[in-house]
């Protein structure tokens, strides 16, 4: 924390509440050492800003378009020092009941700059959320999934994820740039992306909107055997017999 | 904190009072809708036939008799409805039951002079008995009606109440006004004026929810309403909602049901501009076709992972109350193309007294 200062950044989509905030900040500032390290309009714009602009504190809105607060939320928790969160909402039974239950702080908006400034005292005592109640929160797929890589946090749009493929510990994250590793398991990611990915084998997960074709590949010595195509890279991926069904399904589908 | 005692009970008590008084639930149907007129014809028709079955047990005697029947019974029932749309305000005027009296009254004098003039063309057995087992059939007939029409007068009220009550209690989404409350607590420094503006605007928003939702009014008010509703929410969203208004040839003297628009401006920005970073377009089209008002509300569907909820809540609730004022002269319609979630309504053109 440089200079003792709480380092604090705002993140809301919309520039009125923002702008409250600040008003409201300027006031604690007369209270309490500190510092405005920057806003987002988004989660993810945050999560750029804090790896730029480290913070101690951030004020997080839950609604927002393109990432929203609780799957930020969950992201940052990736980075090596992450900061306290403190959401904000303007009305959002659900989430207001799984703060409480899990003694998360939250303010609804409006907020009260005493309100604000109780947050903020209290802040560096209080313990940081933990991931699972995080993952537990958010009923939603995420839009990104993240890597932590040299202290920081890397996103990659789910929307751009080719396949994913188990490999002893790891997932890897195939997309058409690129290969990442995750430290998830490929069957809590099947049960998140199910609408998205289908199951190829045991070991993997494709995007149904890449899937390019479905064919039958004969190997010298052995039985011939099936594998799909995959849009934007030259990669087969070997079908096992047991989804062989399943996927041609889904090949009649896109024809 | 006295006076804010005092007033607090009158206020509960008065639109209680006025729903009792101004939807008297004894009171004839208006014969003039298409929805009663159609009604009416279909049930009497029924009857009819219903009554031919019950003579007669083989297929095509029963056939022939109905179309007998029908031939004599829908010119007499088109007849009376011509006359009872005619009267139809005078009689909603007057006491119940000299106003079912009358019905009566007017339903025997048809039903005799039909008689008469069959008579003239097909002597056949004219004695009295038939004739005052016509009259008899159709009292009974007229009765049963008026009771049908009460019984679904009385079932229809305590929804129009209910509307009125939901109107107030999930028509603004809460979220919609802490945000709007915040961003003009955002103003308060910087822009005293325009906060000014915005609060004035929502307490106008918050007049119309809170008041009488039953009577019509003026389309114009209800464009202006629209219009401060979107001052409102621009000023939080600021440039990413856009609104292309189109209004042809709008008569001065349209009524339309109160809060028949704003609900789906608030659905179409929940729904189509809040969850998307990018600007976007509701447009709204209003035209009369002769004699019907039609109104095209659209807005687009953002590319999201997540649905948002309490569509269908503020959509139902406006095809009930279009169906309580116009019955089956209003159409309520959605559909989804092209990336666009479009609401279509057509309601009869209602001139007002100016």
Redesign the interface.
């Known amino acids: 924390m440089s200079g003792g200062k709480l380092r604090i950044a705002i993140t809301d989509d919309e520039a009125p509440a923002r702008n409250r905030i600040k008003n409201l900040l300027e006031d604690v500032s007369e209270m309490l050492p500190i510092e405005l390290v920057g806003e987002a309009d988004n989660g993810r714009a945050l999560l750029e800003l804090v790896e730029e602009h480290p913070a101690d504190v951030v004020l997080l809105d839950i609604r927002m378009p393109e990432m929203d607060g609780l799957e930020a939320a969950r992201h940052l928790q990736k980075l090596e020092d992450p900061p306290h969160v403190v959401f904000t909402t303007a009305y959002d039974d659900y989430a207001v009941s799984a703060f409480e239950l899990h003694a998360i702080d939250y303010l609804v908006k409006p907020i009260r700059l005493r309100r604000l400034h109780d947050a903020l005292s209290r802040v560096r005592s209080i313990t940081r959320i933990p991931l699972d109640v995080l993952n537990e929160m958010a009923p939603d797929a995420r839009t990104h999934l993240s890597i932590q890589e040299r202290g920081k946090v890397q996103l990659v749009p789910v929307a751009e994820i080719l396949y994913l493929r188990a490999e002893l510990k790891y997932v890897t994250i195939r997309t058409a740039q690129r290969e990442l590793l995750l430290e998830e398991s490929l069957s809590s990611l099947e049960e998140e992306f199910g609408d998205r990915f289908v199951r190829i084998h045991r070991n993997c997960l494709v995007a149904r909107e890449y899937i390019e074709a479905f064919e039958k590949e004969s190997q010298p010595g052995a039985e011939a055997r099936w594998v799909i195509r995959v849009r934007g890279v030259n990669e087969k991926l070997p079908v096992s017999r047991r989804q062989q069904s399943i996927v041609r399904q889904l090949g009649k589908k896109a024809c | 904190m006295q006076a804010c005692r005092e007033s607090n009970p009158s206020e509960v008590i008065e639109p209680m009072a006025s729903i009792s008084q101004n939807a008297p639930v004894n009171s004839l149907p208006d014969f003039r809708n298409l929805g009663v007129m159609l009604r009416i014809l279909v049930i009497v028709t029924g009857l009819t036939l219903l009554a031919e079955a019950l003579k007669n047990n083989a297929l095509v005697r029963w056939l022939e008799a109905s179309a007998a029947a029908i031939a004599f019974v829908l010119p007499v029932t088109i007849i009376s409805l011509l006359i009872l749309g005619l009267a139809t305000a005078w009689l909603r005027r007057i006491d119940y039951r000299a106003a079912i009296a009358f019905v009566v009254i007017i339903e025997l004098a048809v039903v005799t002079a039909t008689v008469q003039f069959v008579w003239v063309l097909l002597p056949e057995d004219n004695s009295l008995t038939v004739l005052v087992r016509y009259w008899l059939f159709t009292v009974l007939l007229a009765l049963a009606l008026i009771g049908y029409f009460n019984l679904r007068n009385r079932a229809l009220s305590p929804a129009l109440a209910e509307a009125r009550l939901q109107a107030l209690q999930a028509r603004i989404?809460?979220?919609f006004?802490?945000?709007s409350?915040?961003?003009v607590?955002?103003?308060m420094?910087?822009e005293p004026r325009r906060a000014e503006t915005a609060l004035e605007d929502l307490s106008e928003l918050f007049r119309v929810l809170m008041s009488d939702n039953r009577k019509l009014i003026p389309l114009e008010q209800e464009l202006e309403l629209c219009r401060q509703y979107l001052d409102i929410e621009s000023?939080?969203?600021?440039d990413r909602l856009n609104v292309d208004w189109r209004i042809e040839e709008l008569p001065d003297d349209a009524m339309v049901p109160p809060l028949i628009l704003q609900p789906l401006l608030e659905n179409a920005v929940y729904h189509g501009i809040?969850?998307?970073?990018r600007p976007g377009t509701i447009s709204i089209h209003i035209q009369r076709k002769s004699e019907r008002l039609e109104m095209t509300l659209s807005n687009p569907v953002?590319e999201?992972?997540?649905p948002q909820s309490g569509n269908k809540m503020a959509l139902a609730n406006i095809g009930e109350r279009l169906q309580l004022h116009f019955d089956a002269e209003a159409t309520f319609a959605t559909r989804s193309e092209g990336g666009r979630f479009e609401v279509r309504i057509v309601l009869p053109y209602v001139k007002g007294v100016i």
């Open positions: 989404r809460p979220h006004l802490f945000n409350l915040n961003a607590l955002s103003l420094r910087a000023l939080r969203l600021e809040e969850p998307s970073a953002p999201t992972t997540r």
